[in-house]
């Protein structure tokens, strides 16, 4: 992408993360969050072709099943893919579709990790707060979102299918 056009797009970013932040005191809230994201992939879906590179995908550890020993924000491979969270599933991909799968405690973590990976490309998966503020802290770097759905409320036993990353990772293989 053009500079200037990445510069351009920054400016809309800032724009809709600025209105993002005002409306966080309103209930229009929710709906922006879902369109800045909606704009968002589909921003992403056009910058990036077909995946040429390493691709990351982020998950937040509360789709971690509450009561798991296992610890899996440092090394995933802990994990024993019992069958009580969705955690199991998701990391199968990183044999099948080839992508490195990093489950984080939040922000600051995810930061560094894809500083020091330095992927191409992103699939993120998040509440709004963290998933919007993410998307906007990581540009340019192209950051497809996925919010994680919540039957427990927040930070608790959240959900996030396998099916719907690989569907995501499929549509970018196939450009
Ligand atoms: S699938 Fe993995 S992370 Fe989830 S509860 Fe089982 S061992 Fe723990």
Known sequence: MKRLNLLLLKIIYMLFYFVYIVSSRFEKNKKISKFFLKFNNYIVKKRVKERVGKVCVLLPHCIQNYNCIYKI???????????????????????TQGVD??????GTLARKHLKETKP?????V??????????YDAFPLPVYGLFNKRPNGPCINTEMEAEEIEHILNEFRNG
């Not at 090394?75 to 199968?92: A, F, Q």
């Not at 799968?101 to 939040?106: A, L, N, R």
């Not at 191409?120 to 993120?124: D, I, K, R, S």
């Open 73 to 95: 924000t440092s090394v995933t491979d802990n994990c024993r893919s019992c069958g009580e969270c969705g955690i199991g599933d998701i990391l199968k991909l990183k044999k």
């Open 101 to 106: 799968i990093k489950v984080v405690t939040g």
């Open 126 to 135: 998040a509440c709004e707060r963290d998933l919007i503020s993410g998307i």
């Open 120 to 124: 191409y490309f992103v699939v993120a």
